[in-house]
């Protein structure tokens, strides 16, 4: 079993940032991919960004030029930098990871973490 734990979210104004961290722990080695997630309240969730272990990404449109996962194998981490956030941005972010090649990481999921973005 693979264990996630996200930290990071928060409030803040629009045209800020913010840095998600997601710390994984168990049979990390397992691990392939690693991704973020977010779900907004009455929405389904949707992928933002995903990473392989080889360094393949998916970024989803509504946020590529504004969000970067940068993922940290010596220490089982994957980070979502978000900069120029609007208040579209708000919702339940959720860390993600899969022992599959995919960038669509959905086996193993974090407990997610707010992140309000005020106008």
């Known amino acids: 079993q693979v264990q996630l734990v996200e930290s990071g979210g928060g409030l803040v104004l629009s045209g800020g940032s913010l840095r998600l961290s997601c710390a994984a722990s168990?049979?990390?080695?397992?691990?392939?991919?690693m991704g973020w997630y977010r779900q907004a309240p009455g929405k389904q969730r949707n992928l933002v960004a995903a990473?392989?272990?080889?360094?393949?990404?998916k970024v989803a449109d509504s946020v590529k030029g504004r969000f970067t996962i940068i993922r940290d194998s010596t220490k089982d981490t994957v980070y979502l930098e978000m900069n120029s956030l609007k208040s579209e941005d708000t919702a339940v972010y959720y860390c993600?990871?899969?022992?599959?090649?995919?960038?669509?990481?959905?086996?193993?999921w974090g407990q997610g973490t707010q992140v309000t973005v005020s106008s």
């Open positions: 993600s990871a899969d022992p599959r090649y995919t960038i669509n990481p959905n086996r193993y």
């Open positions: 168990g049979r990390t080695f397992s691990i392939n991919a």
């Open positions: 990473i392989t272990r080889d360094g393949q990404e």
